[in-house]
């Protein structure tokens, strides 16, 4: 079974730049999320989305963040502008189902100069 | 609110010697607990859950943890680290009455040693 894909794998942009994040999740998840992990931290949720409808958004900042998950399968994290402290690794997870055991894609290093 | 704590930032062990790696947790009603390991430039990999039932869970790579209702704790054990154990372990909790997020300790980076 294939996990979770997510590309591209590392980003480097300059500040004030657009940059966009996809995620595929597991065949037959329906529940998607978007974490944010800085350095020497833990994950910290940014959005859930069961299938296409974002159920919890509540941390995710949105003067600059957007997501979308249109058909309620791939989803996209965008920033516009990015700034010099959103360099971080971003990951995606889905699971069966809302609070279902989460799996991990490999993460989008991002390092915004 | 929900929070969890692993007091380690990292834990050296000795190739074959057994493995502890702490975690403490804070959470209103019954916990779901779960452990996952990052390799360098890799996702997080589940290794294991509790959810209800046997206080100790075994889990991917031969790792286990025990969960103490009492000592609020779910500490990550191995029998026989191996070189390849090392990496970065992350706890975590999610409360349960409703849907809860997942709240990840800050890790416990665990360095095994030929």
């Known amino acids: 079974e294939a996990g979770v894909v997510q590309s591209p794998r590392y980003k480097i942009i300059e500040k004030k730049q657009p940059v966009a994040f996809w995620c595929n999740p597991i065949?037959?998840?329906?529940?998607l999320y978007w974490y944010l992990q800085n350095l020497g931290q833990g994950p910290e949720l940014l959005i859930r989305?069961?299938?296409?409808?974002?159920?919890?958004d509540s941390q995710l900042p949105k003067d600059r963040f957007s997501a979308e998950r249109l058909k309620g399968v791939d989803s996209t994290l965008k920033i516009q502008p990015a700034e010099l402290g959103d360099s971080a690794v971003y990951l995606c997870?889905?699971?069966?189902?809302?609070?279902?055991?989460?799996?991990f894609g490999p993460g989008t290093r991002l390092t915004v100069l | 609110a929900q929070s969890v704590a692993q007091p380690e930032d990292q834990v050296n062990v000795a190739e074959g010697n057994p493995l502890t790696v702490k975690c403490t947790y804070s959470?209103?009603?019954?916990?779901?607990l779960f452990w996952y390991v990052q390799y360098p430039n890799r996702g997080l990999q589940f290794l294991l859950k509790?959810?209800?039932?046997?206080?100790l869970v075994k889990g991917s790579y031969g790792f286990e943890a025990e969960f103490n209702k009492s000592q609020t704790s779910f500490h990550l054990k191995k029998p026989s680290a191996l070189v390849s154990d090392s990496a970065l372990y992350f706890c975590a909790v999610r409360g349960t009455g409703g849907y809860n997020k997942l709240i990840f300790g800050a890790g416990t980076r665990l360095a095994v040693h030929p």
């Open positions: 509790y959810i209800t039932g046997d206080n």
């Open positions: 959470v209103s009603g019954n916990p779901y």
């Open positions: 065949s037959g998840h329906n529940t």
């Open positions: 989305y069961e299938n296409e409808e974002a159920v919890d």
């Open positions: 997870a889905s699971s069966p189902s809302p609070g279902g055991t989460e799996f």
